[in-house]
């Protein structure tokens, strides 16, 4: 989870090669062949990268060589890659918001925006004029429209957990009347995360030489992109906006067809059909426990960038969940089911409700699974952070050597590497100390004023919000450099338990223990996940030869962008969708399920003795 839910990477799977060692990155055939490979003319078969494609696998984690070819880019960091590339994020945040609510997922932007940004730039570039944002367009400039994206698109993850969690309980109003607030929510778990990624891009990137495999997938897709210096090269550019093209408009075509015919294209009730075709009454169980068809593109496209581990797992989990433990519960007596029409449809039952008016002796099944799977999630988050104690020790640890000039803190040998590349950035292409450490605590400053301003959290909490961002954002680089899974979202859990027994000790009144909670929360796991997904844009402008200043700012533009876009997107859901932040409404469209762990971890840690 991105900060409030699983952040997963792209469907770009590592392969071996014949000079690969077992923890360098390899991209897959399909999108980097040697020349060796690649001797086939362009009047026969498409191959799938250009033939002439300059650069290497990242194995060593230097940049690619540069283009003798390519035309110099003199300015990347320009309105039309602020703008479109912060629009292109806000298209993935919507979707975020969508498959938040929907299955507790969300997906980076980086390679949307990579791709869709050439689709857009390229073009635009050819026919118009430089006054109105024509002139070349190359793989640099294409790497900041990938940072605004990024930034931009990155920032709604807030609002399918914490934020909806707090109009569950009754701690806010109403998105249109909390506007304000949510601006400064946004704003302030934005900014500190942006600053702190500065100086780990050193660490990890320039002396660790983390592999980063999406984002370096995405140095891939960006660099091949503008190889078109062959037949085949401009084929495979531009199949690959054809492709996405095409999947853009088949699900709107289709969604739009499943609204007027849902049950042909969106729903299939199998068990319902059956049960009043064939009189088979006792088939109603099956579809009272949710037992049908959902046809959702979001869906397919979820399970294809997840992969079969994460696919897996679901499965597994829905099974045991739906097909074992929930029967279970009701055989048991442990939980009961609402009739939905005892008088027409006897046995027709609902079994998903959360809104019993006695949760304790009479919950549904839904609700009595919620509380061992928040466990096993509780669980999974120190399990995390135990497991990655070791690591992150060596790390800190050297970070720390580095800032006081040592070599080592420790006469034993340290496991990371102590040959650094060198920083390719020349250095007025460098982010000045003064903007980010400035930044650092400018943004600091203003989580604590407007935490205790706006929300009324204690300073102290504050504080530990953000040492807490600090650590987790130390743990999912870490981990989202190594494996490309960001862990951040599940272990952030582990902060609400933190600041859970601080406001117990305080010994404050439940709601506003429940509001400091959930806010500090979301502002630990939001700034460490925006910090990890800055690193590895970071990481992308680095193999590209990028200006790591011109990243920056064009994340700093996309963030500034997304705060705005993200909260009218959240309030537009939440007009359009009611359920999203009233508790009392059933909701069909979304299952909730960061908003519920959340919810219900908040509800037990500040719950009076």
């Known amino acids: ?187 302030i778990s934005a900014f500190y995360g942006l600053f702190f990624a500065v100086p780990l891009r050193k660490y990890y990137i320039l002396q ?19 190889a078109t210096s062959t037949p085949s090269a401009r084929r495979t550019a531009s199949k690959k906006i054809n492709i996405i093209g095409a999947s853009f408009i088949f699900a709107l075509v289709f969604k739009t067809f499943a609204a007027y015919v849902p049950g042909l294209f969106w729903d299939w009730h199998v068990f319902w059909w059956l049960s009043q075709g064939l009189g088979i009454s006792s088939l109603l169980s099956l579809e009272s426990w949710g037992w049908w068809i959902e046809f959702t593109p979001a869906f397919f496209s979820a399970g294809a960038l997840s992969g079969l581990n994460a696919s897996w797992s679901f499965m597994i989990g829905t099974i045991l969940a739906w097909g074992v433990l929930g029967p279970l519960t009701v055989w048991t007596g442990a939980a009961v ?43 999974y988050s120190f399990v995390e952070v135990l497991w990655s104690s070791p690591m992150f020790y060596r790390g800190f640890r050297a970070a720390i050597a580095r800032l006081l000039g040592s070599k080592s803190l420790s006469r034993r040998p340290s496991s990371v590497p ?88 305080q010994g404050i009144d439940v709601k506003k223990a429940q509001k400091t909670n959930l806010l500090a929360g979301a502002l630990a796991s939001q700034a460490a996940s925006h910090s990890v997904d800055m690193v590895g844009d970071l990481k992308t402008g680095h193999l590209l030869g990028a200006s790591p200043a011109s990243q920056f700012w064009a994340q700093v533009a996309g963030s500034f962008l997304g705060i705005w876009l993200s909260v009218i997107l959240f309030v537009l859901f939440a007009s359009a969708y009611p359920c999203v932040t009233d508790l009392t409404i059933e909701c069909t469209a979304f299952g909730m399920p960061a908003v519920t762990a959340w919810r219900s971890v908040t509800e037990a840690v500040t719950k009076p003795e």
């Open 1 to 187: 989870m991105s900060n409030a839910v699983e952040r997963r990477g792209a469907p770009y799977a590592p392969l071996a090669t014949e000079d690969s060692g077992p923890e360098q990155f390899r991209l897959t055939r399909l999108e980097h062949r040697r020349s060796h490979d690649s001797q086939i003319s362009d009047d026969d078969i498409e191959v799938e990268a250009p033939e002439q494609l300059p650069g290497k696998p990242a194995d060593t984690g230097a940049p690619f060589p540069v283009d003798p070819d390519a035309p110099p880019e003199h300015s990347v960091l320009t309105w039309r890659s602020i703008l479109i590339g912060s629009f292109l994020g806000l298209i993935v945040g919507a979707s975020n918001i969508y498959l938040g609510l929907k299955t507790g997922f969300s997906f980076g932007a980086s390679l949307f925006g990579a791709i869709f940004g050439f689709a857009v730039l390229k073009p635009m570039s050819n026919i118009l004029s430089d006054k109105w944002g024509g002139g070349y367009f190359g793989p640099k400039e294409n790497c900041t429209v990938q940072s605004a994206a990024t930034a931009s698109g990155g920032l709604t993850t807030l609002f399918v957990a914490a934020v909806p969690a707090m109009y569950h309980l009754g701690l806010m109003t109403t998105p249109q009347q909390d506007m304000g607030k949510l601006f400064l929510l946004t704003t």
């Open 337 to 379: 089911g609402q009739p939905i029409d005892a008088e027409n449809y006897p046995g027709y039952m609902n079994y998903m409700s959360m809104t019993s008016k006695d949760l304790i002796n009479s919950p549904s099944p839904r609700y009595w699974m919620l509380w061992p799977g928040v466990m096993v999630m509780l669980v």
């Open 208 to 226: 660790q030489k983390l592999v980063f495999p999406t984002p370096t997938a995405t140095a891939y897709t960006i660099q091949s992109l503008h």
């Open 418 to 505: 102590q040959e650094e590349i060198e920083d390719p950035a020349p250095p007025h292409e460098q982010i000045k100390t003064w903007q980010w450490v400035g930044g650092l605590i400018i943004s600091s400053l203003a989580t604590l004023i407007v935490g205790k301003l706006s929300f009324d959290m204690d300073a102290t909490v504050g504080i530990v919000a953000l040492f807490l961002a600090f650590v987790f954002s130390f743990i999912g680089v870490q981990s989202s450099g190594t494996t490309d899974v960001n862990p951040v979202g599940t272990i952030a859990k582990a902060s609400q338990l933190v600041i859970g027994g601080i406001t117990k000790g």
